[in-house]
């Protein structure tokens, strides 16, 4: 019968391995956990000075030449975001652990630290099909949207002064189209599944989606009229003084909650609601197709903290200790600060979700249209009242 | 098939490496699907609770079977859910496991006598490993999951399934015209 | 196809959707399988299918002793353990004329309250995960931890104890178990609080439950529904009060109800049990004696004739059991009176016309124990 | 440089609008629609116009496919039949005629081209084009209320 | 106002749920650390059965069969023989079939000499079903392996270090409280 | 150098693709979609010419911007028409409407 | 800010799509190659629908409600298309922009006001 030898007493052991918690090592775990930090900033620096001080070296810095430096530090973003996933979703898992009284991962790695890895290789490793209900071309194409459209908005995102890739005049009507755009990704892949709760989760998505997009439109012209322009670059240096959030407090609590829709999240994850609608959206998907929607969702939940706090919170304004702005050293801190502001923001949001049950959609939609929105009319208003009494 | 080996042993020493490592991560990342039958899911539940914490080994529940990598049959399958759960393992994406927790979904426990009760999930589905109990602890799931994980990670073990697959499908009814099983 | 019983009228509507809610579903806390017919997320229909998890209990009890009964009825309504064993129990000594000490009364029904306080933390952490809070369910089942704990130290099994036996329990309380009681009930007392905080006072939990699901206190009686379910519509039923057995009347408690018979209601009403079961827990902690008899005497082959109808008040309801005997030492019929399949009878009630995401709330405020509804 | 890039977004551009004018699935045409509005944003990035090639993005290519996404599924048309033959002739026909009079009209003449700053346009927009622009929106108003007006209409 | 006052409202009971939740963060987990520290089940705990032989290494069986009989699972399945010197009965075969068993402990609670008694041992997942197919060697093993077990009539058992068997104290006997009050009573009285 | 010329030459070709979707197209919503790409081909008419002719450089820009509300306009309208037809119809395809007022 | 930033700004944005795009496929396709083509048991392939076979598919009618929400979501975006360049030129405009805004704005809560009052913002399913 069986092909596995059976043991002398009949019982098989499990064998100890992992990181004992007994023997725990607390410099081993910090370091391994810093290793992310650091990781992080690395990424950060050499994707906007590395890249760009390589290509001034080369010489190669016209033409194709930006094309391709472009593309490398797009590369080096993904990269980038990838290390931001599996430092949020252990981030997550810990703290919900926390929080919860237990440990969360721990075994693997130092206190758990490369878990996520593992995660991901097994993601790697998994099968990844195509239902025969499923509309093979959008099945495949929702991932790859929702993914792009999230992990797109890194394209304005200002890391420190002058650290963005493309710190466009119309960086905020860009946000607005890529955040259309990753709601796209979700109605897509939830109404080409051919599964039923995918269809429901893909109604939510845009149910939502619609809900949302308005105010969060409004909060950006409230902004907008306040900085006096559209630029993120901009909009951060005007805050060198007082930031946004004292002058535009209504718009910023309207923001918070409409990234909290954006990002599908606790209060507001009707599209995936993991208990009404098994998965929701990407109930079909498995393998790496399933890993992007999960990549999205998690870079996305540093890219919007990341983005109250270049609206509302100084972005990468920090005490400079005489550096130099511009340089290589006050980038590298200013960059710093900006990550800790965000790594604030971070948190808030998973304590949110430690904490808050579900609403449900048609109240997400009629908050929305009736509170919200005619809020942020009248936020955007007050900001233009204001600009011209304080101008 | 892929590069990875499933079932037969990988071809040579780099694709081998290479299955070692993936293997690796799978056994250290398996997410069970969410699938409470009887009594025995409420220790199941109990196992992710701050007592034991199987999240300490990297596992939550996926919900959907497209996601999830090992399916725990908790508790008592009867004639009606086992082609549920037929389906169910068949929709899971591979590679897939099945652990069988507690005497029902062994061999039909207690309830064996009964003309209702699949004798066995194993009768259903190819099971990896079998825990005994009624209902077993929290803490003997979590052993029948590290069981599992050192099955998946070794190499001894990995390519050595105890039943190839099930070959009694006396439990389920006949099926259809169309060469399905029908619903009710 | 027979599996669209009940749907045929709206086969081929195009604009609704015929979805599975089931067998396998987080929310479903078990095996039901509801057949929902959806008009974008408003529910038309709601069949709810059961079996799933049908295991014989009674034919299967019919062909074993009386003694070997009782730990097959552990497993139907397998969150509150014990407390299925004692409709058998009481029934056949009430046929039997077996006598009961009181110590032995005393201690069944701390075991009844602890196990029933089990239940309703069960119950709000998995409500609270259909909700989508994830943390009070860790909570809850961390303090189900402790209860389980006492009773492992006592009856040998966390779950389903098989302890209750023909004249009293199996076995004598552990030497620390009213230490342990005593300090579960202080630590219970500062878990309340929270759990208010996260649960009741939550303004997201209002905004889902407040006016959802409604069952009309006519319709409730109607139904059969028992237990909080049927409390929580406004009728203060409770057999506990109403034909007391072993130490209940000994015992002061109120029985919580409300008018509103929303779903926020029965979520209240089970608050407000598991601080009246504090309550009686502490009076019994008080009364019983630290030693003395735990068993009566009872024979060792029962042999029965008669019949007879037990109910209880368990965590769900009305539990009953009607045994017949004919003098052998094997019931000749059991039939068992589920609270939970009674409070499934609303499902259709409820679920139609309300909202998808109302109907997870309502039926995890229903609290379906599938051992129970399926037997 | 300038001229690759027209060339390619050109080419993609009708490519994709090629697709959404003939493939039957909807779903897929409605997809290729935005692409084509979104390649189209990059034109007005090449004509110097930022500002104009955001609200091209966030509008046509993002709002305005999710709404014929809506309307595909609440009709349930996701495929739309093939074209008759006599309908192919007449739409070639017309396409060739356009095609015809638009050269006439095409003219080879180059100059500079520099951009315009979200901040002239808008200056632009409030200075010489005030009257239209609250006409626009007593239009969107009353877009507002004749949609709603008609779709809330009971049908029978 | 009322409308402000709700929100408020509002916003104070979500921020209390918050901070509700946040504190335990400086709470230490109760987790026990299962694999890698071995967990301290209560004597009464039932987690398998074991079939205990004497101190001197004989049988403490006496075959008579009312476990198999008390058996709700009907999973015990004995035969025996005379034991043609001496009285009694012999084991032929004694097997339990503990893929089945529902470890409720009927047995135990029939036997008249205590000698199937229910241990704590766990940890008996397999890959394979025959090992769990318990025959008499394996139950014996399973008492051998195992430091402390529980009957009803001799209450909780412990073997000691050099290998005898012992009533263990009376705390960790189910009604061991009335053990443990009795010195306390006499104290009183004298 | 990227001319007037390409702009012109290019947004007549998209116009000739949008006239031909229009009448091809038997599906209602399709043809929606095939007016919309008329009416982009406009606006990138009118943004190339100003690009290259206008010195303000945002006269073109603001018809374009209008042009893109006109869109949104005519394509709320336009759908809620559709709706209209396909809930007394029961399909939005041209020639089967038609069939059906016969 | 001149042409060529905006020029540059552009191109990003689609190098980023691009890139994008092909670093998801490439992990996709790295995937599949890893793990082939596994074998496809008769309902597999089915839509998941806890357990059961579905009954019907998904090609179900949309609630009328959806189009109204997503009318109103695409005019109030256009409507911030248009007041984008407004925001950004307001310093350069004073008073003159803000009253225009303001009227703006107000025809347009005009329209959210009616569609209040119509009923059409109670979702309804
Ligand atoms: S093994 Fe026991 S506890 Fe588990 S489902 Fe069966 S009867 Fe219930
Ligand atoms: S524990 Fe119960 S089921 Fe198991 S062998 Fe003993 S009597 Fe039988
Ligand atoms: S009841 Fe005890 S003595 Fe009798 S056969 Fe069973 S184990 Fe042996």
Known sequence: MSLIPIPEDRRFKIKLIGYDPGRSRPWLERFVYSLYVVAFWLFVIATYAGVPALFDWLGWDGGWGYVVMRALQVVMLFLLSAVIALMLILALRKYLGKVQERYGPMHYGPAGGIQTVFDALKLLGKEDFVPAAADWLTFRLAPAVTFVSSFAIFAVVPFASGWTLADSNVGLIYLIAVSTLSAYGVLLGGASSGNKWALIGALRAGAQMVSYEVPLALVFLSVAVWSGSMSLGKIVDAQLGVWNVIPLFIPFVLYVISSLAELKHIPFDFPEAESELIAGYNVEYSGMSFAFFFLAEFVELFLLPALIVVFFFGGWHGPLFGLEPGTLAAGALQSLYFSVKTAVWVWIFLWIRATLPRYRDDQLMEFAWKAMIPLALLGLVLAAYMRLIWR | MGLLGSDERPRDIILGTLDDLINLARSRSMWPLTFGIACCAIEMMATWDPKVDADRFGMFFRNTPRQADVMIVSGTVNKKLAKRLRRLYDQMAEPKWVISMGACANQGGPFRHGYSVVEGVDKIVPVDVYIPGCPPRPEALLQALLLLRDKISDRELRYKRPQEIATDYDVFAEPGEDGRIPVL | MSSTIGLEPVLGRSDEMIVNMGPQHPATHGVLRVVIGLEGERITRAVPHIGYLHRNHEKIEESRTYFQVVPFTDRMDYVSGTQNELPVVLAVEDLAGIEVPERAKMIRTMFFELFRIASHLVWMGTAMLDLGAITPFLYTFWDREIILGIVERTAGARMLPNYYTFGGVRRDLHPHFFKDVAEFLDHLEKRMPDYEHLVLENPIVHARTVGVGVLSKERAVARGVSGPVLRASGVAYDVRKAFPYDAYPEVEFEIPTSDAGDTYARFWVRFQEIYQSVKILRQLLEKTPKTGPFKGRAPARLKISGERYRAVENSRGELGVYVVGDGGDKPYRIKHRGAAFSNLQVIPDLFIGAKFSDAIAILSSLDPVFGEIDR | MSLTAFYALAAFILLFALLAVTTANMVRAALSLAVTFFLIAGLYVLLGSPALAAIQFMVNASAIPIMTLFIIMMTQSRNSPAPKSWQIALGALAAAAALVFFRVAVDHGDSSVASASPAVLGEGLLRAALLPFEVASVLLLLAMVGAIVLARRRAG | ?190 | MVTLGHFLLLSGLLMAIGLYGVLTRRNLIAVLMSVEILLNAAALAFVSVAAYRDPHLFAGQIFALFIIVVAAAELSIGFAILLNVYRSHGVVESDAISEMRG | MDYATELQAGTTVIVFFLVGLAIVYMTIGIARLLVGVRPKPEGKLDAYESGEIPIGDTNVRFNVNYYIFALLFLLFDVEAALLFPWAVAYDKLGWLGFFEATIFIVILALGLVYAWRRGVLKWVY
């Open chain 5, 1 to 190: 106002m009322s409308l402000l006052n709700e929100v408020w409202q509002a916003v104070k009971a979500i921020g209390t749920g918050m901070a509700t939740v946040h504190k335990r963060v400086y709470e230490e987990a109760p987790t026990e650390f299962y694999p890698y520290v071995e967990l301290d089940l209560p004597p009464v705990s039932v987690q398998s059965l074991a079939l205990v032989e004497n101190e001197d290494g004989t049988e403490r069986c006496i075959v008579c069969l009312q476990c198999e009989r008390a058996c709700p699972s009907q999973v015990i399945s004995i035969e025996r023989h005379r034991n043609p010197e001496g009285k009694g009965f012999l084991i032929d075969r004694f097997d339990i079939d503990l893929v089945n068993c529902m470890y409720c402990s009927a047995c135990v609670e029939a036997c008249p000499v205590s000698s199937i008694v229910t241990i704590q041992d766990f940890e008996l997942s397999t890959y394979d079903l025959h090992t769990l197919k318990a025959d008499i060697d394996f139950l014996h093993e399973q008492a051998r392996r195992s430091k402390k077990w529980y009957s009803p009539k001799l209450g909780v058992e412990i073997r000691t270090e050099d290998g005898r068997i012992e009533k263990a104290p009376p705390e960790m006997q189910p009604g061991g409280l009335a053990e443990l009050l009795k010195p306390a009573a006499e104290e009183e009285e004298s």
